[in-house]
C-alpha cells in the first residue's frame, strides 16, 4: 500500500503520536523523522511541510505535554484540598502520575535536551505548568514571616526536584533502583521532611 501523502488529515498531530509512541519506546535520540513519518502512514517529504526537523517535532510534542501537565497540576491543586499542605501535596502526585501516563510527553520534556526556549509557544506552556507550583509554594508559606521565607521560585523548584528524583529512580522502572516504599510515600516523606526544616510543619514528638 503507497504511503499517503500531504493529505493525510491532521498530519502534523499524526506525526506528534507517532514521535511520542517512538520516544517512549527509544528515547528522543533513537528514532529518525523517516521512522516518525513511516509509523504515521505518510511520506518523509510529508514531514517537512509541518516540522524543520525531528528537533522541531519533540518540542512540539513537549509542548503539548507541558499543556498537559500543567492541567493535572491545577486540577490537583484546586480539586477540594481543604488545607494549603493538602493542595501542596496533591500536585507532588499529581508530578507522579504525569510521568506514570505520559511517558513520551515525559521524556520530550525533561529528558530530550531540547530547551524550553525553543519556541515561544513551549516557553508559555512550560511556564504556566511551573507557576501552578510556584502558586502552591506561594500560599503555602504565608505563615512564614517575610524576612526568612524563600522565594516561591526557588520552593517549588526543590519539590520539583524532590519529585523528578523520584520519578527517575523509581517510577520509570530503572534497572537496580528498587525501594520498599511507594514512589507516593517517598515523596511524601521528603515534602514533609522539607517542610519540617522550614517550620511549616511541627515535629514529631
Given amino acids: 500500500m503507497p504511503k499517503r501523502g500531504y493529505h493525510h488529515g491532521n498530519l502534523r498531530q499524526a506525526l506528534v503520536d507517532a514521535a511520542l509512541k517512538l520516544i517512549a519506546e527509544k528515547g528522543p535520540t533513537g528514532f529518525t523523522l523517516s521512522e516518525a513519518a513511516k509509523a504515521a502512514d505518510v ?4 514531514v517537512y511541510r509541518h516540522f524543520e526537523g525531528r528537533e522541531d517535532l519533540i518540542a512540539e510534542a513537549a509542548r503539548q505535554g507541558y499543556e498537559i501537565f500543567g492541567a493535572l ?7 477540594g484540598n481543604p488545607t494549603a499542605l493538602a493542595a501542596f501535596e496533591a500536585t507532588g502526585r499529581a ?8 511517558p513520551g510527553h515525559y521524556v520530550a520534556m525533561f529528558e530530550s535536551g ?3 526556549n525553543h519556541s515561544p509557544e513551549l516557553a508559555t506552556a512550560a511556564s504556566k505548568s511551573a507557576s501552578v507550583m510556584e502558586q502552591a509554594a ?4 504565608e505563615k512564614i ?23 527517575e529512580l523509581y517510577t520509570r522502572g530503572n534497572p537496580g533502583t528498587h525501594s ?19 517550620g511549616l510543619i511541627e515535629q514529631d514528638d
Avoid: N, Q
Avoid at 511520506?43 to 510529508?46: D, F, K, L, N, S
Avoid at 506561594?138 to 508559606?141: F, G, K, Q, T
Fill in 138 to 141: 506561594a500560599r503555602l508559606s
Fill in 145 to 167: 514571616p517575610p524576612s526568612k521565607r524563600p522565594p516561591a521560585a526557588m520552593f517549588s523548584a526543590h519539590i520539583w526536584a524532590m519529585s523528578h528524583g523520584v520519578v
Fill in 95 to 102: 508530578y507522579l502520575a504525569f510521568a506514570r501516563k505520559y
Fill in 180 to 198: 520498599p516504599f511507594s514512589p507516593e510515600d517517598l515523596l511524601e516523606s521528603g515534602i514533609l521532611i522539607y517542610l519540617r526544616g522550614l
Fill in 73 to 79: 497540576l491545577e486540577y490537583a491543586y484546586e480539586d
Fill in 43 to 46: 511520506t518523509p517529504a510529508a
Fill in 114 to 116: 531540547v530547551s524550553v
